[in-house]
T-cell receptor, first 114, second 114 residues
Framework: AQKITQTQPGMFVQEKEAVTLDCTYD???????LFWYKQPSSGEMIFLIY??????QNATEGRYSLNFQKARKSANLVISASQLGDSAMYFC???????????FGTGTRLKVLA | NAGVTQTPKFQVLKTGQSMTLQCAQD?????MYWYRQDPGMGLRLIYY???????DKGEVPNGYNVSRLNKREFSLRLESAAPSQTSVYFC?????????????FGEGSRLTVL
């Protein structure tokens, strides 16, 4: 079975600084995908970034990058140059080949300080 | 672009009442999902449908039933609501064939059971 662990319930970061949100995963399937979603206070779920288990390069999308360390089973989200609008809940999720299930972690609440 | 549409957005029920949450997607996705979100628990998978005609239990299926009415629609039914089912419910869909496709979420339905 897949499992996601997010150990940081809350984080603070100063505006314009970089921040890393931790995510560790557990699966015995060699084929899997890792996702990060953002949930602002308005409640919608916004897809940020995806990393496949066979991808050689770490994924990047604008100010978001995924620090993928396969041996450590970690998929940390790095947000560069934080903005006030980055204040939100962030969820890490995993899906594995053939299961069709997407399993989420408990999330990290990020607060960006002016 | 409607994407994933859930109804109703808000509902208050009394213990023991029944209700159905409706979900429809217009992206021709094969897979559909129901999650519940509770503070500190993240998103937990209730049921999912990998393709039209199939449904499977997720992490927390007890007290719920689902119907994949057709490729577009996936409903979630509470037969006898309990206060523990007070939550925000999200429907999602994906084109994932195995793994790799992002989830597209509805706006959520806030359910309160008194």
């Amino acid at each position: 079975a897949q499992k996601i662990t997010q150990t940081q319930p809350g984080m603070f970061v100063q505006e314009k600084e970089a921040v890393t949100l931790d995510c560790t995963y557990d699966t015995s399937d060699p084929s899997y995908g890792l996702f990060w979603y953002k949930q602002p206070s308005s409640g919608e779920m916004i897809f940020l970034i995806y990393q496949g288990s066979y991808d050689q390069q770490n994924a990047t999308e604008g100010r978001y990058s995924l620090n993928f360390q396969k041996a450590r089973k970690s998929a940390n989200l790095v947000i560069s140059a934080s903005q006030l609008g980055d204040s939100a809940m962030y969820f890490c999720a995993i899906t594995t080949s053939g299961t069709y299930k997407y399993i989420f972690g408990t999330g990290t609440r990020l607060k960006v300080l002016a | 672009n409607a994407g994933v549409t859930q109804t109703p957005k808000f509902q208050v029920l009394k213990t023991g009442q029944s209700m159905t949450l409706q979900c429809a997607q217009d992206m021709n996705h094969n897979s559909m999902y129901w999650y519940r979100q509770d503070p500190g628990m993240g998103l937990r998978l209730i049921y999912y449908s990998a393709s039209e005609g199939t449904t499977d239990k997720g992490e927390v299926p007890n007290g719920y039933n689902v119907s994949r009415l057709n490729k577009r629609e996936f409903s979630l039914r509470l037969e006898s609501a309990a206060p523990s089912q007070t939550s925000v419910y999200f429907c999602a869909s994906s084109e994932a064939q195995g793994f790799g496709g992002e989830l597209f979420f509805g706006e959520g339905s806030r359910l309160t059971v008194l």
